[in-house]
């Protein structure tokens, strides 16, 4: 059974790094890529970057040099970390898998983020 | 970047009606559409890949079609679980852009 779950605090103060930790089960990260999404409350959905299947990443220009996304396959986590964070970074975020053939086929379930003082 | 227009932004349909939904790629995505459906608190879920090919277990009842630049999804019959917000997505280039959102509302 294939599974997302995103894990992170809930709480980030502005121009610190946020830490996100995105753990599959049920599919490697060897054969699909894992993407991030936000979503600020009630509103769309916003694309910030892949992890690719052979350990490569590419990124939304719109986060510029903020954004970084790893992973380790032995622990079949994917990592998301984004400095400098301001108060327009709250909402949340979401890790997903593209599909063979399909775009975003699961998600996870999501993990809010607050940046405030 | 890709942007991607969604219309309209809200609709308001009774059960049983028929909807559609548009979106317009600023350039050519050779169908590399997909359309997801969202509930509150919820996480997106995926019903039209390709732009007209039904993910697994979705019903019948929903629909995507288009080329190009143009891409519409369609809800026959609508049932009272229908009533989310919707959105589309370019799968073709990165950014992987999304529609606006349209939010089905029960009239």
């Known amino acids: 059974q294939v599974q997302l779950k995103e894990s992170g605090p809930g709480l980030v103060q502005p121009s610190q790094t946020l830490s996100l930790t995105c753990t599959v089960s049920g599919f490697s990260l060897t054969s699909y890529s894992v993407h991030w999404v936000r979503q600020h409350s009630g509103k769309s959905l916003e694309w910030m970057g892949r992890?690719?299947?052979?350990?490569?990443?590419s990124y939304n220009s719109a986060f510029t040099s903020r954004l970084s996304i790893s992973r380790d396959t032995s622990k079949s986590q994917v990592f998301l970390k984004m400095n400098s964070l301001q108060t327009e970074d709250t909402g949340t975020y979401y890790c997903?898998?593209?599909?063979?053939?399909?775009?975003?086929?699961?998600w996870g379930q999501g993990v809010m983020v607050t940046v405030s003082s | 970047d890709i942007q991607m227009t969604q219309s309209p932004a809200s609709l308001s349909a009774s059960l049983g009606e028929t909807v559609t939904i548009e979106c317009l790629a600023s350039e050519d995505i050779y169908d590399i559409l997909a359309w997801y459906q969202q509930k509150p608190g919820k996480s997106p879920q995926l019903l039209i890949y390709d732009a007209s090919s039904l993910h697994t277990g979705v019903p019948s009842r929903f629909s995507g079609s288009g080329s190009g630049t143009q891409y519409s999804l369609k809800i026959n019959s609508l049932q009272p679980e229908d009533f989310a917000s919707y959105y589309c997505?370019?799968?073709?280039?990165?950014?992987?852009?999304f529609g606006s959102g349209t939010k089905l509302e029960i009239k």
């Open positions: 992890m690719w299947s052979d350990g490569d990443t």
């Open positions: 997505q370019n799968g073709l280039s990165a950014p992987l852009t």
């Open positions: 997903a898998r593209r599909g063979n053939g399909s775009l975003f086929d699961y």
